[in-house]
């Protein structure tokens, strides 16, 4: 099992570029999350997908971001247009349960927003 | 509405002394528990949880917690610390009853620094 992969590892982008950020979740799980960690923030959830379908994002801090999730195997979220402010790192994660247990997380994207 | 709190940003012991790191909950429901690590540039890893059952639950690499209700605690704790435990560490708390969100909500994470 590879785990939850996340592309790209690092991204850095000129402020007002779209980003895309991807995440393959572990086969088999039926929830995702995304994450933004940042310094002053800590870790905080942005939205969440069960069997594809979007359940909560009132994590999602503005317009500028959107998440899809097309298929039970790929996530995106996109940042249009991006801010320095958005500099941090976005984890992935995906589990099989209720409760956050099974839990997995990927490697993050670090991106850096110049 | 679920929230964590953890004492203390930064903790530094000695090599070989005991760690202990602080975690209080707020949960309106029976929550699940959670402690997770994360190494520099790395994920996050799971180290422990509580579900039901015994309050005190071993983890990996010589960590345990214990679930205490009456001071809604869970305490992460390691007899002798060793060098290869530096990292961040997360207490985490989830909705049992499965009816809310199944996104864990963390706390802002402890800093461990260990010293020769």
Not at chain 1, 90 to 114: E, H, I, M, Q, W
Not at chain 2, 56 to 79: C, D, M, Q, R, Y
Request: a neutral charge; charged letters at 15%.
């Amino acid at each position: 099992d590879a785990g939850v992969i996340q592309s790209p590892r690092h991204e850095v982008t000129e402020m007002g570029q779209e980003v895309t950020l991807r995440c393959k979740p572990i086969s088999g799980h039926n929830s995702l999350f995304w994450y933004r960690q940042t310094m002053m923030r800590g870790l905080e959830l942005l939205i969440y997908f069960n069997n594809n379908v979007p359940i909560d994002d009132s994590g999602m801090p503005e317009d500028r971001f959107s998440a899809k999730m097309p298929n039970a195997s790929f996530s995106t979220l996109k940042i249009q247009p991006s801010e320095p402010r958005d500099s941090a790192v976005y984890f992935c994660a995906s589990s099989f349960a209720v409760g956050g247990l099974g839990y997995t997380f990927g490697s993050g994207t670090r991106l850096t927003v110049v | 509405a679920q929230s964590v709190t953890q004492l203390g940003s930064h903790v530094s012991v000695s090599e070989g002394a005991l760690v202990l790191l602080r975690c209080n909950y707020s949960s309106s429901v029976p929550p699940y528990l959670f402690w997770y690590v994360q190494y520099p540039n790395q994920g996050l890893q799971l180290l422990l949880k509580y579900t039901t059952g015994a309050t005190l639950v071993k983890g990996i690499n010589g960590f345990e917690a214990e679930f205490k209700k009456s001071e809604t605690s869970f305490h992460l704790t390691k007899p002798s610390a060793h060098m290869s435990d530096a990292a961040e560490y997360f207490c985490a708390v989830s909705d049992s009853s499965g009816g809310g969100a199944d996104g864990l909500t963390f706390g802002k994470g402890t800093h461990l620094i260990i010293q020769p």
